[in-house]
């Protein structure tokens, strides 16, 4: 079984100020692990995920995430907030072969200026 | 031109109206995705196909069907729709030959069951 929590339904930050959203994991495999990003009336985009590869994953538009076995987390991270990084943010997780990506239940950032 | 096209992207229907979502890619992928997607509950899985004769439940099946018309085609059908049905629907594809399965999204549909 594999599950996902996010922590905080709901992100606030200043401009310029760093993003934090938090992603915990659980998976009885080693997982696949990504952070998709929902723009208003949008579809959901791939932002970057995790492969087994580095343990620093880089994705677009500035965003990263490091994987921690240790802590079972894969916290998605950006130094300096830009307005349009204002949207709803999905971790999900997959357990290799395993077709099943579940998902956590998103966490919405608002930048205010 | 987008890789996963959805139609249509909004739909108003009433109770007991029979009907279709569809879902066409471009990617050459063998694997297609039905999720619905609910304010504070994420996105989940209806029903997935790894191939055209191959048709599996998800976690919410019940009221809904499918058809996996070609590679490129996968529908959703609600044969009765009812209120609570109302939602953003997704279709995604994957292909695990990339040895991770990654899943990319269609831009979905949003229904309304009046």
């Known amino acids: 079984a594999q599950s996902v929590t996010q922590l905080g339904s709901h992100v606030s930050v200043s401009e310029g100020a760093l993003v934090l959203l938090r992603c ?3 998976s009885s495999v080693p997982p696949y692990l990504f952070w998709y990003v929902q723009y208003p009336n949008q579809g959901l985009q791939l ?20 994987f921690k ?4 987390s ?8 830009h307005m349009s990084d204002a949207a709803e943010y999905f971790c999900a997780v997959s357990g290799g072969s395993n077709y099943k990506l579940t998902f956590g239940k ?3 950032l608002t930048v205010n200026p | 031109d987008a890789d996963v096209t959805q139609t249509p992207r909004n739909r108003i229907t009433k109770t007991g109206k029979r009907i279709m979502l569809e879902c066409s890619q471009t990617k050459g992928h063998d694997r297609m995705y039905w999720y619905r997607q609910d304010p504070g509950l994420g996105l989940r899985l209806i029903y997935y196909s790894f191939d055209v004769k191959d048709i599996n439940k998800g976690e919410i099946s019940d009221g809904y069907s499918v058809s996996r018309q070609a590679q490129a085609k996968f529908s959703l059908s609600l ?13 995604a594809t994957s292909d695990f030959t990339d040895g991770t ?3 990319y999204f269609g831009p979905g549909t949003r229904l309304t069951v009046l």
């Open chain 1, 24 to 26: 915990n994991y659980s």
């Open chain 1, 47 to 66: 932002l970057l995920k995790y492969t087994s590869a580095a343990t620093l994953v880089k994705g677009i538009n500035g965003f990263e995430a490091e």
């Open chain 1, 69 to 72: 076995k240790s802590e079972t």
């Open chain 1, 74 to 81: 894969f916290h998605l991270t950006k130094p300096s907030a």
């Open chain 1, 106 to 108: 998103g966490t919405l």
């Open chain 2, 79 to 91: 044969e009765s729709a009812i209120p609570n049905q109302t939602a953003l629907y997704f279709c």
């Open chain 2, 101 to 103: 399965d990654t899943q």
